[in-house]
């Protein structure tokens, strides 16, 4: 679903929709020991860790048309971080489940990712790891569903069907 956001390519630069993308995937750890030295930045917020549900749609085929799937549990906040010698940022999260403190953490990420002199040392510590842990994840459950899957026409000609008995025919 978010595959595009894994990611930048080559000489792309960040842009927003990517990092809260990446953010919102990551595993709270990630994020903690990523932004380890951020944590105590002097922060105000604009709207604190709430968690509710929002509608869920899909479509049939991925192309048809649009209908309600469900409802989903998603923690979202807003938060400004206030910094000597930078301007203001406004940090923004929704990521899915009730973890507030994954919510807070992405939006001090957001916030802190805005100011460009800050970009390239934070996607090192903090985007690159989820990056790689992302890109790990799908790789395992690419293997696992690989290991499943059947070869019809082996399985056809090992049993030994009707097929084999015309041919001898």
């Known amino acids: 679903?978010?595959?595009a956001f894994d990611n930048p390519g080559p000489g792309r630069a960040l842009q927003r929709a990517d990092w809260m993308a990446l953010l919102a995937r990551a595993p709270?750890?990630?994020l903690e020991s990523g932004l380890r030295g951020q944590a105590t930045r002097p922060s105000h917020w604009l709207r604190s860790p709430e968690t509710g549900l929002m509608m869920v749609q899909g479509r049939a085929g991925g192309t048809g048309?649009?209908?309600n799937l469900g409802e989903v549990t998603v923690t979202r906040c807003a938060l400004r971080v206030e910094a000597e010698g930078a301007p203001v940022s406004v940090g923004v999260a929704y990521v899915l489940g009730r973890?507030?403190?994954?919510?807070?953490?992405?939006?001090l990420a957001d916030a802190l990712?805005?100011?460009?002199?800050?970009?390239p040392a934070?996607?090192?510590?903090?985007?690159?790891?989820?990056?790689?842990h992302l890109k790990s994840a799908r790789q395992q459950r690419q293997e696992r569903a690989a290991s499943t899957r059947v070869d019809f026409f082996t399985v056809a000609r090992e049993?030994?069907?009707a097929d084999d008995e015309e041919d001898a025919a």
């Open 122 to 132: 934070l996607d090192a510590a903090v985007l690159e790891p989820i990056r790689t």
């Open 65 to 67: 048309e649009r209908f």
């Open 99 to 107: 973890s507030r403190r994954h919510a807070e953490l992405a939006a």
């Open 159 to 161: 049993s030994g069907g």
């Open 113 to 119: 990712l805005q100011d460009v002199a800050q970009q």
């Open 1 to 3: 679903m978010f595959q």
């Open 28 to 30: 709270v750890g990630l």
